[in-house]
T-cell receptor, first 113, second 111 residues
Framework: DAGITQSPRHKVTETGTPVTLRCHQT?????MYWYRQDPGHGLRLIHY???????DKGEVSDGYSVSRSKTEDFLLTLESATSSQTSVYFC????????????FGQGTRLTVV | GENVEQHPSTLSVQEGDSAVIKCTYS??????FPWYKQELGKRPQLIID?????GEKKDQRIAVTLNKTAKHFSLHITETQPEDSAVYFC??????????FGTGTSLTVIP
């Protein structure tokens, strides 16, 4: 398995609080992605990064921000968590733009109460 | 952006039978089509992929076909086994930074 680790694996938080999820890779891959997985919606892209400090929005970016200060770390922040952000979050990495496999982390189950 | 549709959403087959999952995509510029398998509580993992310059690819009991004209691609699993039970996702990418995923197919193989 590719060296990609997400933390925490599980989190329960209250509405209105900020939350940060971390993705760490040891593969030195350039591209990193944050997806959320919800029943009936598959995997939807939140934000992605194509290099240190280079990020862009995906299809469901509202309410989320990201940062990548080092190649190996990609952080996802929920500025003020809402119940609609209860989901399973997956980080993924890939070596190049499209055309190559994306490797997924183990996922983070986030519950906003 | 790209729109990937996947059917069926659920599929049950008897052990030993074949299973077929179909996806369509909207952007003719898409050129890479991976398939992922996700077991319950686990991460999605690549099982097979195909590029737009190839019409079919096989790997043991798994095959993928691509029809660029119709913008269709399909996953075929032959001689299904109980361990094939999982959720399968198709995806499309056009060399940009995004993979667009289908909504998934829950496959159950009945022993």
């Amino acid at each position: 398995d590719a060296g990609i680790t997400q933390s925490p694996r599980h989190k329960v938080t209250e509405t209105g609080t900020p939350v940060t999820l971390r993705c760490h890779q040891t593969e030195n891959h350039r591209y990193m992605y944050w997806y959320r997985q919800d029943p009936g919606h598959g995997l939807r892209l939140i934000h992605y990064s194509y290099g240190v400090k280079d990020t862009d929005k995906g299809e469901v970016s509202d309410g989320y921000s990201v940062s990548r200060s080092k190649t190996e770390d990609f952080l996802l922040t929920l500025e003020s968590a809402t119940s609609s952000q209860t989901s399973v979050y997956f980080c993924a990495i890939s070596e190049s733009q499209g055309g190559t496999e994306a490797f997924f982390g183990q996922g983070t189950r986030l519950t906003v109460v | 952006g790209e729109n990937v549709e996947q059917h069926p959403s659920t599929l049950s087959v008897q052990e030993g039978d074949s299973a077929v999952i179909k996806c369509t995509y909207s952007d003719s510029a898409s050129n890479y089509f991976p398939w992922y398998k996700q077991e319950l509580g686990k991460r999605p993992q690549l099982i097979i992929d195909i590029r737009s310059n190839v019409g079919e690819k096989k790997d043991q009991r798994i095959a993928v076909t691509l029809n660029k004209t119709a913008k269709h691609f399909s996953l075929h699993i032959t001689e299904t086994q109980p361990e094939d039970s999982a959720v399968y996702f198709c995806a499309a990418s056009k060399g940009g930074n995004q993979f667009y995923f289908g909504t998934g197919t829950s496959l159950t193989v009945i022993p």
